[in-house]
């Protein structure tokens, strides 16, 4: 596959400064640039391997100017990193082309009462339960669970060991990384008066919508009454925790390691960051975010507001509380000076009485 820079910039709409006739055939980061591959700059951190780079072409902002001599054709457009992501889209779709996988492999068991698309694709060793819906052009890779009653959508893309339990929901467009699980028991156990735990049967499912992207070893429990329900375009990340009951607004962003508890309800258009816990029963306004680590135990009505920290602060009081905290060895030390000093001056002091009496 190749291009020139003059074909790249057509489609994201760029302009070129240098050799139009600059020939792209790979993809690459800017650090490992070689001949004949095409990267971008977009953090001004990476500056620097612009003017070593071997790369032939390299996506940049428009209003970037070099500070020194760029060997490289450069394109410049509105945004470098969501243009290269387009093409990064676009070279994937390619490569999947020239993969193709179609039918259905062996061994593998589907049900005689599933009901199975066209185009679709299921890899040896998965198993498809009783009254199970697959919609058209799905993809299920090699050792994927699908439980009963299962209703699949459309375009839908599931890889290795992926485990969907009995009743769940999912839209169309769906993608779901390795080993994540849908629809495993919630963690309800209701305490008795010997101190142990009677487990409360969670009677649920789990509802996905349209466009949704679910990394890695994710876990998401189904609900014990109702539905926990990951909305239309949500990104989830590796390694994260939904509980029962959860709900979870379009087009949020939550990042790996993250926990949200049992019937917490997250606002669409809400971004979490990395290892977040989130405590249950509580109601999170639209366009929340919450940076990495925090910790957030109470609901947020405010819309669009930052929190950082454990508890979590507004972000402009978890900067000043930042700032303190850096200070608190020196402190300790001033502290202990003025003890010191107090103790001598009460010393003096005591002594002065003595004398005069």
Same mark, same amino acid.
């Given at each position: ?93 390619? %490569?999947?082309? %020239? ?150 607004? *379009?087009?949020?962003?939550?990042? *790996? ?61 978890? %900067? ?38």
């Amino acid at each position: 596959m190749q291009f020139t820079a003059k074909q790249i910039s057509e489609f994201i709409n760029g302009t070129i400064v240098g050799d139009e006739n600059a020939k792209v055939t790979e993809l690459s980061k800017i650090e490992n640039g070689t001949v004949g591959s095409l990267c971008f700059l977009s953090n001004p951190k990476y500056e620097n391997y612009l003017y070593s780079t071997q790369a032939s072409v390299v996506i940049v902002g428009s209003e970037f100017i070099p500070a020194q001599p760029v060997a490289s054709t450069l394109i410049k457009v509105d945004d470098p990193y969501s243009a290269f992501s387009v093409l990064l889209e676009k070279y994937n779709e390619f %490569m999947n082309q %020239m993969n193709v996988q179609s039918g259905i492999e062996q061994p593998s068991f589907i049900h005689p009462s599933a009901k199975i698309g066209k185009n679709v694709y299921i890899g040896a060793f998965s198993y498809i339960s009783e009254g199970v819906e697959i919609g058209d052009d799905t993809k299920i890779q090699t050792q994927v669970f699908i439980g009963t009653d299962t209703k699949i959508g459309s375009n839908c893309q599931f890889f290795p060991g992926v485990k969907i339990y009995n009743r769940c929901v999912l839209g169309n467009n769906v993608v779901i990384h390795a080993n994540t699980v849908i629809g495993s028991d919630g963690f309800g156990f209701a305490p008795q008066a010997d101190r142990s735990y009677s487990k409360i049967a969670q009677i649920g499912n789990v509802v996905i919508e349209d466009d949704v992207e679910i990394g890695a070893n994710t876990s998401i429990d189904r609900a014990t009454m109702g539905s926990t329900v990951i909305g239309k375009g949500v990104k989830l990340d590796n390694l994260i925790q939904i509980a029962h009951n959860v709900e979870v607004g *379009a087009h949020t962003v939550v990042a *790996a390691q993250s926990g949200i508890s049992g019937s917490t309800k997250l606002g669409e258009m809400s971004v979490v960051g990395g290892q977040v816990g989130i405590a249950g029963h509580l109601s999170l306004a639209k366009g929340t975010q919450i940076g990495a680590q925090a910790g957030i135990n109470f609901s947020i009505t405010d819309e669009n507001k930052q929190w950082h920290g454990s508890p979590a602060q507004p972000l402009r009081d978890w %900067m000043r509380a930042s700032v303190i905290f850096k200070q608190l060895p020196s402190v300790e030390k001033r502290i202990a000076s003025l003890e010191r000093t107090i103790s001598e001056l009460k010393a003096i002091i005591e002594q002065n009485s003595t004398i005069t009496k």
